[in-house]
């Protein structure tokens, strides 16, 4: 590789460009991983968002993935399509839809975690387990709210 292919001393330190291509790729691995189970990234996404909680509805679910209310939408739609939720009325507030996994999303959720687990591996392969640690804490610490 002669020294005109790589991204130069320049990009090499710009945050934006690193951030960007680290999700890139990761996205890459992740869609590679999800795929044979029927789902893709953004997806997956809804299912963690739901999984383990108490039935959310469509829009806490919408605010969990800092998403629009019509993507969600759409997004559960399209799950619920394949057999992967459930929605139905709140037993207190009917204007509400409640949102569930079914045991197929559920069964689809593991399978897809594993999945994404293993491509989360192969991808921090080249760090040490203390530095792949670092990274996603510090990730944390950049994009989640703080504990009060």
Known sequence: MS????????????????????????????????TPHGVDGRELGVLLALAG???????QAAQRLGIDRTTMVAMLDALE????????PHA????RNVVELTDAGRDT???????TDKAEREYL?????KAAEQLRTSLQKLVLPPDD
């Not at 399509?81 to 139905?88: E, Q």
């Not at 959720?109 to 999945?115: S, Y």
């Open 3 to 34: 020294s005109s292919d790589g991204p130069g001393p320049e990009l090499s330190r710009n945050l934006v460009y690193l951030l960007k291509h680290a999700h890139l790729r990761m996205a890459e691995l992740t869609t590679e991983a999800v």
């Open 53 to 59: 909680r108490e039935p959310a509805s469509q829009q």
């Open 81 to 88: 399509g394949k057999g992967l939720v459930s929605r139905h």
């Open 92 to 95: 207190e507030d009917r204007r």
């Open 109 to 115: 959720l593991r399978l897809a975690t594993d999945a």
């Open 125 to 129: 392969a080249a760090l040490t387990p």
